[in-house]
């Protein structure tokens, strides 16, 4: 059974970075296209970025339109966890982040792409 659980959370001051974990088990992780998401209060969850399976080749993360710059997405096959660096962060980055996971998938925006989710961690900004 696939389960993915997201650490690094909390409560963070405006400037500051962060790095999000999500670890997966029971799943060959290498296999999954990766994904993470966000909630914020009010609103509807919207593609923070992706990182595609590597099965042999290193593969290149996609964000949404508003996430670039700031967040970088990266994983460690050997250690079965995808990453979220948010730097600069900002009051409006306060949201639910979540992990997301699709086998063989590609890296892309639609939530319904994605089988498997985490139970999401918060992240609160203050200014």
């Known amino acids: 059974q696939v389960q993915l659980v997201e650490t690094g959370g909390g409560l963070v001051q405006a400037g500051e970075s962060l790095r999000l974990s999500c670890t997966g088990s029971?799943?060959?992780?290498?296999?999954?296209?990766m994904a993470w998401f966000r909630q914020a209060p009010g609103e509807e969850r919207v593609f923070v970025g992706a990182?595609?399976?590597?099965?042999?080749?290193?593969?290149?993360?996609s964000y949404g339109d508003s996430m670039k710059g700031r967040f970088t997405i990266s994983r460690d096959n050997a250690r079965n966890t995808v990453y979220l660096q948010i730097n600069s962060l900002r009051p409006e980055d306060t949201a639910v982040y979540f992990c997301?996971?699709?086998?063989?998938?590609?890296?892309?925006?639609?939530?319904?792409?994605?089988?498997?989710w985490g139970q999401g961690i918060q992240v609160t900004v203050s200014s």
């Open positions: 029971g799943m060959t992780f290498k296999q999954y296209c």
């Open positions: 997301a996971a699709e086998r063989w998938g590609d890296a892309v925006p639609e939530e319904y792409r994605y089988k498997y």
């Open positions: 990182i595609a399976w590597q099965e042999f080749l290193e593969s290149t993360p």
